[in-house]
């Protein structure tokens, strides 16, 4: 049974950073994608950003490009957001999800993907 554990959520001021860890557990192939999207309130969930574990590919949404970075540890099935110079509208739950394949067409589209962690909140203020 797939399950991803997520941590490293909180609050910070803006200009802060904080790195989001989604740990992935029985996925059936050592090969997949692993998203990242986010959820603020009374807004649609929309994709952050996602990484394919072999080969690598990355994938950014232009709002967070520049600003965060998406790594995987393979060795430890770990997958790592790393979020530099937030910004207050960057509040919101984010949620790591992970599905066989993605590219640059598909990477948002959170219907595709398999299974979800349970989010973890991240809130930026003053």
């Known amino acids: 049974q797939v399950q991803l554990v997520e941590s490293g959520g909180g609050s910070v001021q803006p200009g802060g950073s904080l790195r989001l860890s989604c740990v992935v557990f029985?996925?059936?192939?050592?090969?997949?994608?692993v998203g990242w999207f986010r959820q603020a309130p009374g807004k649609e969930r929309e994709g952050v950003t996602a990484?394919?574990?072999?080969?690598?590919?990355?994938f950014y949404h232009g709002s967070v490009k520049g600003r965060f970075t998406i790594s995987q540890d393979n060795a430890k099935n770990t997958n790592y957001l790393q979020m530099n110079s937030l910004k207050p509208e960057d509040t919101a739950m984010y949620y790591c999800?992970?599905?066989?394949?993605?590219?640059?067409?598909?990477?948002?589209?959170?219907?595709?993907?398999?299974?979800w962690g349970q989010g973890t909140q991240v809130t930026v203020s003053s």
């Open positions: 999800a992970v599905k066989s394949w993605c590219g640059v067409v598909d990477y948002a589209r959170s219907v595709d993907y398999e299974q």
């Open positions: 029985g996925y059936i192939s050592s090969s997949y994608c």
């Open positions: 990484v394919t574990t072999g080969p690598t590919y990355t």
